[in-house]
């Protein structure tokens, strides 16, 4: 049951990843003032090709980012364990995507860098969606106790 879950949701996901990396490649092109839908690169590949791997690098990010949530609902590990699980996850899938896709050099230095903003990113996010959770369920237990 929760192997067909997250395979749904993961297909929800997909077009959630494309959004966000098209997003993202709209506010960069705004920033430097020119359409750059992909990494500028030395010439080895054409536009097309590395805007076609961009493309499936974000499907695959949406569909693992979205089927990997589930793991917050299988009950008999304690969150602790959910979070270091769904982090490796992601954190496995979106380095090598982010590799391909070229949106860092494949150098120590750059991938170390990219892991520490990876991490940030995950724990502001992480605590956002927890205390958001836990105020909503401090309200129902509120209005349980006035009953």
């Known amino acids: 049951m929760i192997l067909k879950k997250a395979i749904l949701r993961g297909f929800l996901g997909i077009p959630i990843g494309v959004f966000i990396s098209t997003t993202i490649s709209i506010i960069y092109s705004l920033v430097y003032g020119k359409l750059m ?3 500028p690169v030395d010439g080895a590949m054409s536009s097309l090709n590395l805007y076609l791997i961009q493309y499936i690098v974000s499907i ?3 569909f693992v980012f979205a ?4 793991i917050f ?3 008999k590990l304690n969150l602790a364990k959910q979070t270091v699980i769904h982090f490796i996850i992601t954190l496995v899938v979106f380095l090598p995507c982010s590799i391909v896709a070229r949106w860092l050099e494949f150098n ?6 990219y892991i ?5 990113i995950y724990m502001a996010i992480w605590f956002i969606q927890y205390f958001s959770w836990k105020r909503k369920i401090n309200k129902l237990n509120k209005k349980l106790n006035e009953r």
């Open 108 to 113: 120590f230095a750059a991938i170390l860098v």
């Open 116 to 120: 520490l903003i990876f991490i940030v």
């Open 67 to 70: 089927s990997s949530s589930v």
């Open 73 to 75: 609902e299988v009950e």
């Open 37 to 39: 839908v992909v990494t």
């Open 60 to 62: 695959i990010i949406g």
